[in-house]
């Protein structure tokens, strides 16, 4: 009996230790609820701080709250371009704010067309007579772009400013599979639709090479230009001709580098930057830590300053990340999820619809539900228009072809018009340790497709009559929408992937224009005057999420995480974690049928908060493995 009543206890004593811990978080979460939400009363005079801890997107993906709350170190985050420029924007305009801060220690980058929008919203800072002031550890290429924009640019003493420009290379691993003896399957049309490219062969097309030089070509002069505008000074010629001489010119030391060749103004730690801003914005009454200085945060100055919700409802629906099958979202486009928040415009009293595109496409399937579901928008008489971010190509142009107008920036990588399936199979690899395969079959489909025995004549050429088949329906989708005829459209489809310039030149871009432009005409369309407002669907902030970063140590509180962006050794070493993680997507991509596809290869991938770390590299490769 002893010994049954010291187990009782026991199990008491647990279960009330349990009780005391629920009753803790659950006090801990209804305070953190009640006080995490930003306050329009958190602004003060000062500056408006734009503190980018992480990558600058089109949509943020749902932030997983286990994973947020049990990370060592405050996670990386993900920031609508949107919110940023009307933040940046609403600076201009509130008299509170005296300066604009752009602190980009942990910034991870963003697409090229994003980065313009935030630094064409930073130039109207400047033009209200109100300085922005930049500070990173060090600057890559899209740090680059963005202070470009600031009157001051700071950058730590053993930071720098590193200019590499688009490209590389990429992987391919067409004489590993025949190593291997993995037969793989391709069924593509289109002469520059290398995304199969790399499990074929070991080198690229030439094709494929001579799309790639224009592509990359177009984009970086457009860089160039944006950057030599907005800083004279900054003389990107000399740190991309000759880095090596221009880095032992200033003695190995990057921030002088950085500093002799105008992409700086200033060399100091984060504390001499913040007294510099203390000059402008003033003392910060809340904290004593040297370099504070008076300042409201984005959600702040948003809260501040709700949209208005006038007039009539021009719906915005969003295609953001890879097209995929079912709900998937936000930040990967799932089909099923995007057609019912269009169906839901549809229903609601909407009357317009502008499409934001930012994809590199995907499923094929996906593309075709969310294309019919625009059509049947279109079909009540109302007005649609296509506005391209960074990439709208291959299925990101599919579901653009209802629009009676694309809109698309110099920079917006499109096109890309064909598609390819990708089947490997087995057979000759299992031969080789005695496994061999034997049947009856009563047609030439039966057990098929087999993708461990192989798959038979019949059925490789009835999938690429399939492709081929919706590949003319493509077309045909693109002509109907441009105007054009089906040969027009195929001379400049073939997979071949266009800057924003050329396909206007092409015509599968009417006009250079962002959303704000693309909205204007939908809305003049369906003549509403001035009397609108935008109606986002989909998307819309986790009403938790404010609570995860404050429970964690988020955008409100400072961190002492390492800087994202280091010196020059720690940039390569993130780009490193980049490129293993890319290999481990790849391999992934392999071995998971996803149909048929119409997906970019050489479209710039949106950069992810959440991307090439170790952890997410070897979960990945346990996929790939099947390990889970």
């Known amino acids: 009996m002893g ?3 010291k187990v009782w206890h026991l199990l008491v004593g647990i279960k009330d230790g349990l009780v005391l811990l629920l009753m803790l978080l659950f006090f801990m979460t209804l305070f953190a609820a009640l006080t995490a939400r930003p306050s329009p009363g958190q602004v003060r005079e000062g500056a408006l701080l734009v503190k980018l801890d992480g990558a600058v997107v089109e949509e943020p993906a749902a932030v997983d709250p286990l994973e947020a709350l049990m990370a060592s170190e405050a996670p990386l985050k993900e920031y609508r371009a949107r919110d940023v420029v009307r933040a940046i924007d609403l600076a201009a305009k509130d008299e509170r704010i005296k300066a604009v801060v752009l602190d980009l220690s942990r910034f991870t980058g963003g697409g090229q067309v994003h980065m313009s929008e935030i630094g064409a919203a930073l130039d109207r800072v400047r033009a209200a007579k109100k300085p922005v002031l930049a500070y990173a550890t060090a600057y890559a290429d899209d740090g680059v772009q963005l202070a470009a924009h600031a009157s001051e640019v700071w950058v730590d003493p053993l930071g720098g400013a590193f200019v590499a420009g688009p490209g590389g290379e990429r992987l391919y691993f067409g004489a590993l599979l025949q190593r291997l003896k993995i037969t793989t399957h391709v069924f593509k049309v289109g002469t520059y639709k290398d995304f199969v490219e790399p499990y074929l062969y070991d080198k690229a097309s030439a094709p494929s090479l001579d799309a790639r030089r224009a592509l990359y070509g177009a984009v970086w002069d457009n860089w160039k230009a944006e950057v030599a505008k907005a800083r004279p000074k900054a003389d990107i010629a000399r740190v991309t001709a000759d880095p090596v001489g ?67 409802a021009v719906a915005v629906v969003t295609v953001a990340g890879e097209l995929v099958d079912g709900k998937a979202g936000p930040g990967t486009a799932g089909g099923t999820r995007i057609a019912r928040l269009i169906d839901e415009a549809t229903t609601d009293d909407t009357k317009a619809l502008v499409l934001r595109v930012d994809s590199p496409g995907g499923s094929v399937f996906a593309s075709e539900e969310i294309r019919s579901a625009l059509l049947r928008y279109k079909a009540s008489g109302r007005p649609i228009a296509v506005s391209m971010a960074n990439v709208a190509a291959s299925g990101g142009y599919w579901v653009s072809t209802p629009a009676q107008r694309i809109f698309a920036e110099p920079s917006t990588v499109t096109g890309s018009i064909g598609i390819f399936s990708i089947i490997p199979s087995f057979e000759r690899a299992l031969a080789d ?11 030439p489909l039966s057990g098929q497709p087999d993708l461990i025995s192989g798959l038979t004549p019949e059925v490789e050429s009835m999938l690429q009559a399939n492709i081929e088949h919706n590949y003319g329906r493509f077309i045909g989708l693109v002509a109907t929408s441009r105007g054009k005829t089906a040969e027009q459209v195929d001379a400049v489809a073939q997979g071949r992937v266009w800057d ?22 939908v809305a003049n369309s369906a003549k509403l005057g001035d009397n609108w407002h935008p109606r986002f669907y989909g998307g819309e902030a986790d009403p938790y999420a404010s609570l995860v970063e404050r429970l964690g140590g988020g955008d409100e509180e400072e961190t002492d995480a390492p800087a994202a962006a280091g010196d020059l050794a720690a940039l ?6 980049a490129r293993l993680g890319q290999l481990a997507g790849e391999l992934e991509r392999l071995v998971s049928l996803r149909g048929t596809q119409a997906l970019c290869l050489d479209c710039p991938v949106e950069p992810r908060a959440a991307d090439a770390g170790p952890k997410g590299l070897l979960a990945r490769l346990a996929k790939v493995l099947g390990l889970v």
Request: aromatic residues 8%; glycine residues 14%; neutral net charge.
């Open 3 to 5: 010994f049954a009543r």
């Open 246 to 312: 221009w880095f032992k010119a200033a003695g190995g030391d990057a921030a002088k580098a950085a500093l002799q060749a105008g992409l700086v103004d200033k060399i100091g730690d984060k504390t001499a930057f913040g007294l510099r801003v203390r000059e402008i914005a003033g003392e910060d009454p809340y904290s004593e830590k040297p370099g504070a200085y008076a300042h409201t945060r984005m959600p702040a100055l948003l809260a501040a300053h709700p949209q208005d919700q006038s007039g009539q």
């Open 500 to 521: 924003g310039g050329t396909a206007r030149q092409n015509g599968l871009v009417d006009q250079f224009g962002g959303l704000n432009d693309a909205l204007a005409w």
């Open 572 to 577: 390569i070493g993130r780009q490193q974690d």
């Open 433 to 443: 340790y005695g496994v061999n395969s034997d049947g009856v079959r009563t047609t």
